[in-house]
């Protein structure tokens, strides 16, 4: 007891040390600015590999509705049969509907398989179907693919979006999302043009352009699914075990950087119950509505602009193809520069608002200029703002969800009310109100 009472009055007798304390804060800066140069570290690691091989697989989709929205100019609807009634729409729908019915599972199955097995086992599906729809004959061959496609695309978007936001802290996520945007924007305008060039080998080997479109995607689809076995990464916890990626010490320094920003690094035992509690949440339906309206514009927008180019601005099937892609260029230009300040002013409401004011504009400039030239630019500011917006959500909602199978319920609730606005879209737009389209107009300004 004394022993204790000694050595606790010559601790409070102990003289300050300014220098002491010096070195001791000294000390403490170093080893945080050591532990911030490692988290800058393993960051860029991460975008390296994560956020390249994502862009590609977000584009699948895109690539899927490039293909057919650039087929649909040739004579691919006499061809198949989807020239009568609203069999095109029919068409697009129907891969909606079965993309929708298979989110929640697929998105669930990206932590249940992990996503080294599940990205390229959907992506490789995803090419087979695409490179099979170039052999069919009919159009209800043509619905068959369709839904096939649907399924084998349903966890791509949610299985990524859930993937991104247990790697990034919230200040990081809009520029993260706007990086998939590019890679996706790119292979949308290249796909264009890449159809464009395909279109010309009509009759080769037997075969129309828009089979040659088919053929020629599929099997960089499915070199797509090989690559990304060994490219794409795992969870933060579990990334140690990714192919050439993180250490063990690293993993553990990226998931307490997370686990920092909002304390759900963590995942909790599954149960059904805790998913479907999760429903209950208004934020859910809330981002839910928003996504809906915005892929009812894009899909306008995406499915149909060649055929507006052809029909509404009387440009040939060739330039219609070839001058669907400057717009998806431009677009990476506004989702760069709109996610880098919404990152760094920690700011997404504002940014959404001011896109929607752009599209406005556009959507007005291509529904009632009566100069094509003022109509077509229209689409740049059309597309430019759909896709901004599409970034400026995700971080909206990654920002405010927490807990991993809350973001993995709310990003196959999202995706699938995104896939039903793609629904409505594909009927806003009708052929008979060709050259103005004013449905698709007053829907996507409203």
Same mark, same amino acid.
């Given at each position: 007891m004394s022993a204790m009472s000694v050595d606790s009055s010559s601790a409070f007798d102990r003289p300050f040390s300014p220098k002491a304390a010096l070195t001791s804060h000294q000390?403490?800066? &170093? *080893?945080? &600015?050591?532990?911030?140069?490692e988290e800058k570290r393993i960051r860029l690691k991460v975008d390296i590999r994560l956020c390249t091989i994502a862009g590609l697989l977000c584009s699948l989709n895109p690539l899927d509705s490039g293909i057919i929205s650039s087929a649909s100019v040739t004579s691919m609807l006499h061809d198949l049969g989807l020239d009568h009634g609203n069999r095109y729409s029919v068409a697009i729908l129907i891969f909606t509907v079965a993309s929708v019915c298979? !989110?929640?599972?697929?998105t669930l199955s990206v932590r249940w398989l992990g996503p080294r097995i599940f990205f390229p086992l959907i992506t490789i599906c995803f090419g087979l179907v695409t490179l099979c729809t170039a052999f069919i004959h009919t159009?209800?061959?043509?619905?068959?693919?369709?839904?096939? /496609?649907?399924?084998?695309?349903?966890?791509? =978007?949610?299985? /990524?979006? =859930? /993937?991104?936001?247990?790697? =990034?802290?919230? &200040? &990081?996520?809009? /520029?993260?999302? *706007?990086? #998939? !945007?590019v890679g996706q924007t790119v292979v949308i305008a290249t796909g264009g043009i890449v159809n464009f060039g395909l279109n010309h080998l009509e009759g080769n080997g037997g075969l129309k352009g828009w089979q040659w479109m088919y053929l020629i995607q599929g099997v960089i689809a499915v070199v797509i699914g090989i690559i990304t076995y060994w490219w794409i990464c795992d969870f933060p916890e579990n990334s140690h075990r990714s192919f050439y990626f993180l250490t063990e010490e690293e993993a553990r320094i990226a998931t307490s950087r997370i686990q920092r920003d909002r304390g759900d690094a963590s995942v909790t035992p599954f149960s059904w119950m805790e998913v479907f509690r999760h429903f209950t949440d208004p934020k859910v339906y809330g981002f839910s509505a928003l996504f809906f309206l915005l892929n009812m514009v894009s899909t306008s927008i995406s499915y149909f602009l060649p055929i507006i180019l052809q029909s509404g601005m009387g440009f040939s099937t060739n330039k219609a193809i070839l001058l669907s892609a400057p717009p998806y260029y431009y *677009?990476?230009?506004?989702? #760069?520069?709109?996610s880098r300040i919404g990152d760094k002013y920690r700011i997404r409401g504002p940014v959404i608002i001011f896109n929607c004011f752009c599209l406005i504009t556009g959507f007005g400039m291509l529904g009632f200029a009566s100069q094509v030239t003022v109509r077509y630019i229209g689409t740049y500011l059309a597309t430019g703002a759909y896709i901004s917006n599409w970034a400026a959500m995700n971080s909206y909602q990654a920002s405010n969800i927490t807990g991993q199978w809350k973001r993995a319920v709310t990003a196959a609730a999202i995706t699938a009310c995104n896939g039903l606005g793609g629904v409505a879209g594909s009927f806003i737009v009708r052929q008979t109100e060709a050259p103005r389209y004013l449905t698709a107009v007053w829907v996507s300004i409203g």
């Open positions: 000390d403490t800066t &170093e *080893a945080n &600015e050591k532990r911030l140069y298979f !989110q929640l599972p697929a159009w209800r061959q043509m619905i068959v693919m369709r839904v096939l /496609l649907g399924m084998s695309m349903s966890g791509i =978007y949610p299985g /990524l979006f =859930y /993937l991104i936001s247990t790697w =990034y802290r919230r &200040e &990081e996520l809009q /520029l993260r999302f *706007a990086f #998939l !945007q *677009a990476i230009i506004p989702v #760069l520069i709109s």
